[in-house]
């Protein structure tokens, strides 16, 4: 269903409901996603961004309902990622002579995607394209999360695009925040930004100077994703700001997996460490767990401690890819420490901390291991590793 933002401004975009993991790697989206694209109906027709490329019939079928798409004179790709391009080639189809507004780096990365000769604009910060009464104003905003990413103004409007920034894979019913379950809202948000735009924080925190700098009124903020910000819009702006300095809560998080139990006794022990020490702590078993929500957890918790059995000399296949993770996601200011159980060669605890290392993640204490099933000795080693970490956080 079209949503009116304001009087000439129309959300056209598409919820999907079922969908659970995003791009051709796992990103879990537990709650569905939506793909925004919006239209603004002034002297000239503008719409900035499409949808997935399976969703454009929809995204026509919208359109329509507000006028007709072969009457479009301008559509803006803010980011070449298919979620957002994939419904280009038919919005052409039908509008085959409209501008084609990208960034600089855009006019690599759209006709990279879709080879096709279109009537391409390229705009940097600054530039304005007039649509009568209202104006797109642009703003480059290169690695978040993408080269090619920009976010577009309607001046007149006081509506933010931004795109990816400040978004949520949320589905949801209504359009708007005030709409939505706060909790999951929040949660939403922090998942995206864990998980997507926590590698480019830094650049995340100068984007936003850059834009207070630019002392535009925001009525609105409306992403490419989740709900659109109508309320107290600057809200997520702030939170991003919060984000980006990556400042963690002072909580831990124990990331294992087991092979006959010992690592589990283990870990269980280690929380009860962290409890004793009266710090908040998950405990998450990576063969059970979804690893997008435990980076998101990890993502604001000051500590994270891993451990593992030994497995031809290695760690267990379901540990190893979210300590992958960790290291791509650049996540920072985090203390870290290692368990693990082993029958005959032993270097679970090694190799934690060197793949901790990696990551920039200090050890705090030293590692316990545990030969076959973990003693009586063993377990309260785990204990005391725990109240240890317990003490580094509450320092921190
Ligand atoms: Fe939502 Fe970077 O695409």
Request: with cysteine; net charge neutral; charged share 25%.
């Amino acid at each position: 269903m079209v949503e009116k933002l304001t009087d000439g401004v129309y959300w056209v975009g598409v919820v999907d409901w079922s969908i659970r993991h995003f791009h051709g790697y796992e990103l879990s989206v537990q709650r569905g996603t939506t793909y925004n694209a919006y239209l603004v109906v002034d002297e000239k027709i503008a719409l900035i961004d499409t949808v997935w490329g399976p969703h454009r019939d929809k995204l026509i079928e919208n359109i329509r309902q507000v006028a007709d798409p072969s009457k479009i004179d301008v559509v803006v790709v803010n980011h070449s990622e298919p979620d957002h391009s994939g419904a280009l080639p038919l919005v052409m189809h039908w509008a085959p002579k409209a501008e084609v507004v990208v960034s600089k780096r855009g006019m690599e990365s759209v006709p990279g995607h879709y080879h096709e000769r279109w009537n391409f604009r390229a705009v940097g910060t600054g530039d304005r394209i007039s649509l009568g009464r209202r104006e797109l104003v642009f703003v480059e905003a290169p690695m978040l999360h993408w080269p090619d990413s920009m976010f577009t103004y309607l001046a007149g409007a006081d509506i933010l695009m931004p795109n990816d920034a400040f978004g949520q894979h949320y589905a949801t019913g209504f359009r708007f925040n005030d709409q939505a379950d706060q909790n999951e809202l929040y949660y939403e948000a922090m998942k995206y930004y864990a998980n997507i735009l926590a590698p480019f924080s830094d650049r995340v925190a100068k984007k936003i100077s850059e834009l207070l700098d630019m002392k535009l009124p925001v009525k609105m903020i409306a992403p490419s994703h989740g709900v659109i910000w109508r309320t107290e819009p600057m809200q997520i702006v702030e939170k991003y700001r919060g984000w980006a300095a990556q400042t963690p809560e002072k909580r831990a998080v124990i990331i294992y997996d087991t092979m006959w139990e010992a690592t589990r006794m283990m870990a269980e022990a280690v929380g009860d460490g962290l409890a004793a020490g009266g710090v908040p702590h998950k405990i998450f078993r990576m063969a059970l767990s979804d690893r997008n929500d435990v980076l998101t957890e990890i993502f604001r918790a000051k500590a994270v401690v891993v451990g593992s059995p030994v497995i031809n000399g290695g760690l267990l296949p379901s540990v190893s890819p979210i300590l992958e993770d960790i290291e791509g996601l650049k996540f920072k200011n985090k203390i870290g420490a290692a368990f693990g159980s082993y029958g005959w060669s032993g270097e679970c605890v090694k190799l934690i901390e060197e793949r901790l290392t990696k990551c920039k993640i200090p050890i705090v204490a030293p590692g316990v291991r545990a030969k076959w099933q973990p003693k009586a000795e063993d377990l309260e080693a785990c204990r005391k590793l725990g109240a240890a970490v317990a003490a580094a956080v509450k320092g921190a």
